[in-house]
Nanobody
Framework: QVQLVESGGGLVQPGGSLRLSCAASGTTVSRNTMGWYRQAPGKERESVAVIFVDDNTNYADSVKGRFTISRNNAKNTVFLQMNNLKPEDTAVYYC???????????WGQGTQVTVSS
């Protein structure tokens, strides 16, 4: 059974930083397309950052240059380093795993990020 557990969310002032973690079990992150998504109140869930099996990455235009997705295969964990946070980054952030060669998709429970002074 695949489980994704996010952590690291919280309240931060504008300009601050947070690092989100997504610990995976039941699957190997290096064999998945791993992604971070977010959903703000009243808005649809959107892709924030993705890291592919070949280590290529993709970012939403709104976070380019501020967010970095990375993967620690030894810890079977994916991270999202978020710098220079803005109030519009406030949302619930979700981790997603898509095993290579399948159509399956797994989600974590989400972690709240609030950027406010």
């Amino acid at each position: 059974q695949v489980q994704l557990v996010e952590s690291g969310g919280g309240l931060v002032q504008p300009g601050g930083s947070l690092r989100l973690s997504c610990a995976a079990s039941g699957t190997t992150v290096s064999r998945n397309t791993m992604g971070w998504y977010r959903q703000a109140p009243g808005k649809e869930r959107e892709s924030v950052a993705v890291i592919f099996v070949d280590d290529n990455t993709n970012y939403a235009d709104s976070v380019k240059g501020r967010f970095t997705i990375s993967r620690n295969n030894a810890k079977n964990t994916v991270f999202l380093q978020m710098n220079n946070l803005k109030p519009e980054d406030t949302a619930v952030y979700y981790c997603n795993a898509r095993p290579r060669g399948t159509l399956r998709s797994y989600w974590g429970q989400g972690t709240q990020v609030t950027v406010s002074s």
